[in-house]
């Protein structure tokens, strides 16, 4: 494998600004349809230039640095695309100075593919060499400062609270132990605990608003496409969120979305078919999730429950490897985003019956889903009865 690094000429507000501000460097992080870029360099200059997006931290008084989210526009978005049609890897960050962007990735050819040398034919070699697969995270030499950096003590302490599983749903491990495990008095673990997590946690919530809430210009969901189909098995609409060609969402409704004026997607055309002969397995549609690590296990658990088969939360429990954690893998499931397609409506209480169903038409939609499947796959286990729900 290669590690190529070229200097190239990309169009954009960071590109002029960055002609403007030769003293400012830029540093580009991609994180989903966001980059977080930090800008050193003259305090000024720097109060300016990060006026492009909210901030995630500075420029403090006295400070020449900020970092801000950033929504990368159509000609930075289509860099990352041609890198990756070319079957190669970014390797982060970016990085802007004098209106010339630095930009890395690691590929299998000696070289970048001749339509991505077309289109950028002023880009200019800064590095080739040879990288073995034992090695590739020696390349990513280029220190970060986003999140922000923790003191020695509260990255210990941080680090052994998610070690020890008190983060994990439900926790697993209180301040006692760990502070005792570190050789410090529980309040004082308590105390850099709570200063990491406010640290951490203000740093992030800029990355929170932006992902749950629509920007002015729409930014926030524009790169995700959405369809919808009704079902007249469930007497239901059923609505797909895609990102680029991943599935981030399946919801079950009786009203008709808004905004879904988007022609039908293969997917959707998958999921109703199998919605109308419960003989389709889902497994290989991609998706993508955004969901705490507890509840990634439990749906990659359930996803792997075979059309006309069920099994108990508590089932799912041992199989993920928390043991009496039932309850817990009922929540889990219950916030399932991709119901359907991650068949939450498999899982069903011990006690008996199906349970309940937090997508649309409740318990009597989860009926219908495993009878369908039942009648399409023949001799697979029926459904037991109970309380705790989907």
Same mark, same amino acid.
């Given at each position: ?8 000429? !990309? ?5 002029? /600004? ?14 989903? #349809?966001?980059?977080? =870029? ?30 801000? !989210? &950033? ?38 050819? *000696? ?9 950028? #034919? ?34 210990? @302490? ?17 301040? *006692? ?12 673990? +308590? ?9 951490? =946690? ?17 930014? $926030? ?5 959405? &369809? ?18 991943? =599935?981030?969402? @399946? ?20 999921? /109703? ?8 397995? /889902? ?7 955004? @969901? ?8 990659? +658990? @359930? ?72 009648? *399409?796959?023949? *001799? ?8 705790? $729900?989907?």
């Amino acid at each position: 494998m290669y590690l190529l690094g070229y200097d190239l000429e !990309l169009p954009g507000p960071i590109d002029r /600004l960055s002609s403007r501000h030769p003293s400012v460097s830029w540093a580009a992080h991609p994180l989903g #349809p966001r980059w977080v =870029i930090r800008c050193t360099g003259p305090a000024e200059a720097v109060r300016e230039v990060a006026a492009l997006g909210p901030s995630v931290g500075g420029p403090a008084p006295g400070t020449s640095s900020a970092s801000f !989210l &950033y929504t990368p526009r159509p000609t930075e978005r289509a860099l990352l695309r041609e890198i990756g049609d070319a079957g190669a890897t970014l390797v982060p960050p970016l990085v802007w100075s004098e209106g010339r962007l630095g930009v890395r990735f690691v590929t299998r050819a *000696g070289g970048p593919p001749t339509a991505w040398r077309a289109r950028h #034919p002023d880009a200019r070699l800064l590095v080739k060499r040879r990288v073995e697969p034992g090695a590739l995270f020696d390349v990513l030499d280029r220190p970060t400062e986003w999140p922000p950096a923790l003191t020695p003590r509260q990255a210990e @302490v941080l680090l052994g609270a998610v070690e020890a599983g008190y983060y994990e749903l439900p926790r697993r491990a209180s301040v *006692g132990p760990i502070a005792q495990r570190l050789g410090i008095a529980r309040s004082t673990a +308590e105390e850099h605990l709570r200063a990491a997590e406010s640290t951490l =946690i203000r740093a992030i919530a800029p990355l929170v608003a932006a992902r749950h809430r629509r920007s002015e210009d729409g930014a $926030g969901e524009a790169d995700l496409e959405y &369809y919808a189909r009704f079902s007249a098995e469930l007497d239901l609409y059923v609505q797909l969120a895609l990102r680029d060609e991943e =599935i981030t969402e @399946v919801r079950l409704s009786r009203s008709r979305p808004r905004g879904t004026g988007a022609p039908s997607h293969p997917y959707l055309r998958r999921i /109703l078919r199998h919605l109308a002969t419960g003989s389709d397995d /889902l497994r290989d549609l991609p998706v993508a999730l955004d @969901v705490p690590p507890f509840s990634r296990k439990v749906l990659d +658990e @359930v996803r792997r429950i075979p059309p006309g088969s069920t099994r108990t939360y508590g089932e799912i429990a041992e199989l993920i490897g928390e043991a009496g954690a039932a309850r817990a893998v009922g929540n889990a499931v219950a916030s399932n985003p991709a119901v359907v397609v991650i068949p939450c409506h498999r899982v069903v209480p011990a006690a008996g019956g199906v349970g309940q169903y937090s997508a649309g038409g409740g318990p009597e939609t989860k009926r219908r889903l495993l009878e369908k499947e039942r009648a *399409g796959a023949p *001799g697979h286990a029926r459904p037991r009865s109970g309380r705790t $729900g989907g």
